[in-house]
């Protein structure tokens, strides 16, 4: 039962380059959504999917793109890095309203 | 605008000293409060929902009480292998959920 998985681990990018932070999940779970964790910071919603086809934006959407084809995947894009998007990436899915969210292992981005 | 606040920051215990961690949110229209636990280098993994206040839930070495205005989730005797940074995080009305910025939480033998 492999939950929630994230790819890369850790990745270093220039700043102005793109990537995608793949995430997918196998619980068959409606609720997607995309965080980022910073020193001192907590974690910060990034955007979020209810649904495939559906997506909206968290607190901090600027710079981020997400997409919603299937209910298993949900990928983050970056269309051009920034040093301030140096960070830790996590995805987590969640059930019906109110169960808790189910997280990846984050993917650790650096941004040079 | 809602808010979450955890203290203290960090807490080094020794073996078999309880204490308890403190989350204080100011949310509007609280659908439930969620402990989470992470590691070094994981997500963080789920331990606990309350609802309403008075409400309490029990695992192992760790118990999770609500009030209206926090959260305390207390530790008895821990062990080393409770070192860990403790989240808590509300949700409010129209499923957003708000984090605290997270206890780390150092258990020496």
């Known amino acids: 039962n492999a939950g929630v998985t994230q790819t890369p681990k850790f990745q270093v990018l220039k700043t102005g380059q793109s990537m995608t932070l793949q995430c997918a999940q196998d619980?068959?779970?409606?609720?997607m959504s995309w965080y980022r964790q910073d020193p001192g910071m907590g974690l910060r919603l990034i955007h979020y999917?209810?649904?495939?086809?559906?997506?909206d934006q968290g607190e901090v959407p600027n710079g981020y793109n997400v997409s919603r084809s299937t209910t298993e995947d949900f990928p983050l894009r970056l269309l051009s890095a920034a040093p301030s998007q140096t960070s830790v990436y996590f995805c987590?899915?969640?059930?019906?309203?109110?169960?808790?969210?189910?997280f990846g292992n984050g993917t650790r981005l650096t941004v040079t | 605008e809602d808010q979450v606040t955890q203290s203290p920051e960090a807490l080094r215990l020794q073996e078999g000293e309880s204490s308890s961690l403190n989350c204080s949110y100011t949310v509007s229209g609280l659908r439930g409060l969620f402990w989470y636990r992470q590691d070094p280098g994981k997500g963080p993994e789920f331990l606990f929902t309350?609802?309403?206040a008075g409400e309490e839930k029990e695992k192992e070495r760790l118990k999770a009480t609500l009030t209206k205005k926090e959260s305390f989730l207390h530790i008895t005797a821990p062990k080393p292998e409770d070192s860990a940074t403790y989240l808590c995080?509300?949700?409010?009305?129209?499923?957003?959920?708000?984090f605290g910025g997270g206890t780390r939480v150092l258990v020496k033998p």
């Open positions: 309350l609802y309403s």
């Open positions: 619980m068959n779970h409606e609720y």
């Open positions: 995080a509300a949700k409010a009305a129209g499923n957003k959920l708000t």
């Open positions: 999917s209810v649904g495939a086809g559906i997506t």
């Open positions: 987590a899915s969640g059930g019906r309203e109110n169960s808790p969210l189910h």
